[in-house]
């Protein structure tokens, strides 16, 4: 593969990492009673709420828009880990695809905080 395409394919890594969370985060909003209930049903306080919804939309947008990009993806990476080991048990066959999801999109974070967000990014229009 060329490496005229990295700039591209970084951009749209972004963006398609960035939907799950822009539109979780945001669902979380509306749904905010509920999502709280399981949360807690879960064992885990309902009072993070705030913070999850800060975190996924904001830090998805962050991503998106390609700004404080490596924090945001360190963060969300982190995040992954969380959600899998706290609503995703490997040893239930029914929730093995939502660990091991959850466990791979934390993989595509890392990736991206260590690479950076690439030139389609606010960042590096600051940096020039």
């Not at 009673?33 to 885990?44: D, L, N």
Request: glycine residues 12%.
């Amino acid at each position: 593969m060329s490496e005229s395409a990295s700039p591209y394919l970084r951009f749209v890594g972004r963006v398609l990492l960035a939907i799950l969370f822009i539109y979780a985060g945001w669902n979380k909003i509306g749904g905010y009673s509920g999502t709280q209930a399981f949360m807690e049903s879960q064992g885990v306080p309902g009072m993070l709420l705030p913070l999850v919804i800060l975190l996924e939309l904001g830090g998805g947008l962050a991503v998106l828009l390609g700004i404080f990009t490596r924090w945001s993806a360190l963060a969300l990476a982190v995040f992954c880990i969380l959600a899998a080991i706290l609503f995703h048990s490997p040893a239930d066959p029914k929730q093995i695809t939502g660990f091991l999801k959850d466990i791979s999109i934390a993989g595509g974070f890392l990736v991206l905080a260590a690479a950076g967000p690439g030139a389609f990014a606010l960042e590096s229009l600051r940096r020039r």
